[in-house]
């Protein structure tokens, strides 16, 4: 185990990953422990995965919740490859943990296997090959298609279905694409046709499938969907098992609707066994999609720089379950999350009622930068008054959980006063509330509106506010009582509406104020509202 400093972050890599890749670990300052069977036991690794910050895998790493409840330090898990499948993200984000994919490292590999995949498909090479050396001559038997002009059926255009299409333009193929995320200038610029569903089934020869395995997209192909298919259709699947229904895929082959099938992810996998094995028409490969040697150091250098980037700078890329911050706008941003954050956490601890919905509006050179980051610092600091285990990754699920709607505004140019400002309210049953801050050339962030009232003020550790009416003779009962409870008074902030009118003390001490003290403030005639605040 290599020596470590008090303050180095950890990775474990608990699967194979190149050499180069642990040595991006160690260049950056970071303690890395190679150790690519431990993967393969979940017991020693719920044993070993609390003394880590970061966690490296391919795909034999199964991240379950026991894992992450065992991984009491652990900031971010990387998988080298684009499926997440063998991480559970709904618990790792409810623990605080990014989960990072590499996308884009096997990309040109698993659209290459698929067009393999389709070639072998039309000429029947695996079958082929096989009759011609077992000593048989079987020219007549192997009666292939062109595909030249054949209409290609790409069923998710991402990073992958594009690249499928746009080989498949180059075998000079009609390509339709199904994406519901597909724009229409993005669909002109690849040169396909944009089409629903249901056209693609009824007019592609070949279907091949380019989609992440979700509760929409399992048995994508389903024995509806085969039904309505192209009689005769080719169909290749390199993209996620369970996508199609392999029982009513193997009924289609039996019957001839479906003329062949190839593929290289199973429903179950290690596929040991599959309905589809031993059919004529079939061909199966081991989920080679990304078994290339370019493809296999690609995303393990990919993965390492990812996991060090974020432990090092705070910089994110590729995380499947929070926006990403290049490494040239985490130091920027590092001020402003603190100061949504603590205005989120002001607002959530003066708010008693049920939070429905929480708007954040950046106004000047603030609305310029990557504001998602901000907004669930917000939302975080709004939530953690109700639920202390709340943290940036968790809160934007957690606020969608509870039906809160998260609402985010830009309005760029200059402020009348201060270069950047952030604004937030909260909605709750009763009333909103609302407050807005900015930071300072010192990039310490300060309070500079509550409830509309102009105000300048920091943050402090124990902090009191007080609503209260301008009227003389406040302020020396409300100082005389905190200094007779021995609370001293590190700033004293004041703001009013306007003279005689509703007015805002917003007070750091250097301790925490009792319940007793509190009464005793809200005791005096003027007050209208007091609360003690912890940041």
Known sequence: ????????????????????????????????????????????LIREIGAYDGLAIRSTTKVTPKVLEAATRLKVIG???????????????????????????????????AIAMMFALARQIPQADASTQAGKWEKNRFLGIELTAKTLGVVGCGNIGAIVAERGIGLRMKVIAYDPFLSAERAVALGVEKVELDDLLARADVITLHVPLTEKTRNILSAEALARTKPGVRIVNCARGGLLDEEALRAALDSGHVAGAALDVFAVEPALENPLFGHPNVICTPHLGASTAE??????????????????????????????????????????????????????????????????????????????ALTAAAVTGVLRAFRSDVNMISAPTLAHEHGIVVDEVRRGGAHSTFESVVRITVEAQDMPRDAAGTVFQDGKPRVIEIRGIAMDAGFAPHMLFVRNDDKPGFIGRFGSLLGEAGINVATFNLGREREGGDAIAFVAVDGPVTEDVLTQIADIPQVKRVRALRF
């Open 79 to 113: 998988r080298a490859g684009i499926g997440v499948d063998n991480v559970d993200v709904a618990a790792a984000t409810a623990k605080g943990v990014i989960v990072m994919n590499t996308p884009h490292g096997n990309a040109i590999t698993t659209a290459e296997h």
């Open 295 to 372: 493809a296999q150091e690609n995303v393990a250098l990919q993965v390492a720089e990812q996991i060090s980037a974020y432990l090092t700078d705070g910089a994110i890329a590729n995380a499947v379950n929070f926006p990403a911050i290049t490494a040239d706008e985490a130091p920027r941003l590092r001020p402003f999350v603190e100061l949504a954050e603590k205005l989120g956490s002001f607002l959530g601890q003066l708010t008693e009622a049920p939070v429905t919905g929480i708007r954040v509006i950046y106004e000047g050179a603030v609305a310029e930068t990557n504001t998602r």
């Open 1 to 44: 185990m290599p020596a470590q400093t008090p303050q180095q972050k950890r990775v474990l890599v608990s699967d194979a990953l190149s050499e180069a890749a642990i040595r991006i670990f160690r260049d950056r300052g970071i303690a890395v422990d190679f150790r690519p069977d431990l993967g393969k036991d979940r017991d020693a």
